[in-house]
């Protein structure tokens, strides 16, 4: 279910195999590859927008497809609804997380799954560029080119190894596409539209 919130895109295998040809230090990012949107992704409070994922499961010919709109919140948490194929709503938050589908709900709580609490403040990192605390998590690799930019997280040793080996984020003025790929083959591709970022302190 994680893996569903979190999917990145790439901009196709060549340009993500020359991304990680690049290491990056949070400052080298901050200077030459996100000069000039960083201040404002780093500001950033709420985002609110339409997604299309794609995941692609190794032995599977086709890749399953869903849809919907998404809100991230700072303060709140992450609340991700599916329209298509079917609906449902994941409701990530500093308490726990809260799945709603078919009519049922369930419910953990942070202190039955600790790890939710580090993976919402992980999410919201990637989304809002705070670059020191990917940094703590991911080796960090990075590229601009013709206006757009291109963030890759290689996961440090630990538990975040086992669940993908490479991701790639890939923006203009925000997050505009996530892919994560993992050893076994499965990857998850995730593209935003209609992103609205909504700034504050």
């Not at 030459?32 to 201040?39: M, Q, R």
């Not at 194929?85 to 799945?99: I, K, N, R, Y």
């Not at 206006?147 to 203009?172: D, E, H, K, M, N």
């Amino acid at each position: 279910m994680l893996v569903a919130v979190v999917a990145l895109c790439g901009a196709g295998p060549a340009r993500a195999a020359a991304l990680f040809d690049h290491p990056r230090t949070p400052q080298q990012l901050v200077d030459s590859v996100l000069a000039g949107v960083a201040g404002k992704m780093a500001a950033t409070r709420v985002l609110t927008g339409r997604f299309v994922q794609h995941r692609q499961i190794s032995g599977l010919p086709r890749p399953l497809v869903s849809s919907g709109d998404f809100q991230l919140a700072r303060d709140a948490g992450i609340t991700w609804r599916t329209h298509k194929p079917f609906e449902s709503e994941l409701v990530l938050a500093p308490d726990g997380m809260t799945l709603r589908s078919g009519g049922t709900e369930q419910r953990l709580s942070s202190t039955e799954q600790p790890a939710l609490q580090a993976a919402l403040g992980l999410l919201f990192a990637m989304f809002a560029m705070d670059l020191d605390r990917l940094d703590a998590a991911f080796e960090l690799f990075g590229q601009a080119q013709d206006g757009s930019w291109q963030l890759g997280l290689r996961p440090r040793a630990g538990g975040l190894a086992q669940v993908f080996t490479s991701a790639v984020i890939t923006g203009s003025a925000q997050v505009d596409r996530i892919e994560l790929s993992s050893d076994g083959g499965d990857s998850t591709v995730i593209e935003f539209s209609g992103v609205v970022a909504q700034l504050g302190r």
